[in-house]
């Protein structure tokens, strides 16, 4: 089984500062993916990121950037130079990598507000 | 990448009635998924879109209540059957473009309100 936590409370950052989105997650599968999505009030869902469990380096895109800890099982977002327009709900999610079963696996989500 | 074209994107329905999602994708992709998301929640898995054959419910989602169809590699829908208060959610429709796909994509999403 899988799971994820995500247990900051609602985040507020100021515009052009960065921020971290923590997530925690714990699996059994020896090969897995990491991804973050970002919801915007409108309901969708925009992939953001994502870090496979063999990757070498922490992954990057664009202002995103993953802080993968494979030991302590984390994999927190980072975004820099934070804009208005990040204020949304943020969700990390994991999959198995192996086997026939690909479904997603999501935590509970962190607000983030950017202030002016 | 792929596009998908979620429809509608919004509904207010009678309780009781029946509403149809569809999901279109402009590439053949290999694996299509549905995912539910209450206010204020996390998405939860519904069921894997298989094509030519019955879906894959996950544990408390039923084929009476949630038939799905696939009819190509293209192409899905969801229906909410006998709807009541408690279905007022987001479903969203998930594609991968090839097995291990390091991408999920999801459509933009239907906000369904039961009245």
Redesign the interface.
């Known amino acids: 089984a899988q799971k994820i936590t995500q247990t900051q409370p609602g985040m507020f950052v100021q515009e052009k500062e960065a921020v971290t989105l923590d997530c925690t997650y714990d699996t059994s599968d020896p090969s897995y ?1 990491l ?1 973050w ?1 970002k919801q915007p009030s ?6 953001l990121i ?1 870090q ?1 469990s063999y990757d070498q380096q922490n992954a990057t895109e664009g202002r995103y950037s993953l802080n993968f800890q494979k030991a302590r099982k984390s994999a927190n977002l980072v975004i820099s130079a934070s804009q208005l327009g990040d204020s949304a709900m943020y ?1 990390c ?1 994991m ?1 198995a ?1 192996t086997g026939a079963n ?3 696996t ?4 962190i607000t983030l507000s950017v202030r002016p | 990448s792929a596009v998908i074209s979620q429809k509608p994107s919004r509904d207010i329905c009678q309780r009781g009635t029946s509403l149809t999602i569809q999901c279109q994708v402009d590439s053949q992709v290999t ?1 299509m ?1 549905w995912y539910r ?1 209450q206010p204020g ?5 519904i069921a ?1 879109a298989n094509q030519g054959s019955e879906a894959t419910y996950e544990s408390g989602f039923v084929i009476d209540k949630f038939p799905i169809s696939r009819p190509n590699l293209t192409f899905s829908t969801l229906t909410v059957s006998n709807m009541s208060p408690e279905d007022s959610s ?1 479903y ?1 429709c ?1 594609v ?1 473009t090839r ?2 796909n ?8 239907t ?1 369904l309100t039961v009245v």
């Open positions: 993916g991804f999505y409108s309901g969708e869902m925009i992939f994502y496979g969700f999610a999959r990598t690909s479904k997603l999501f935590g509970k989500g | 694996m998924f998301q929640q996390s998405l939860t898995l894997t987001i969203l998930s991968e097995l291990g390091t991408e999920a994509f999801f459509g933009q999403g906000r």
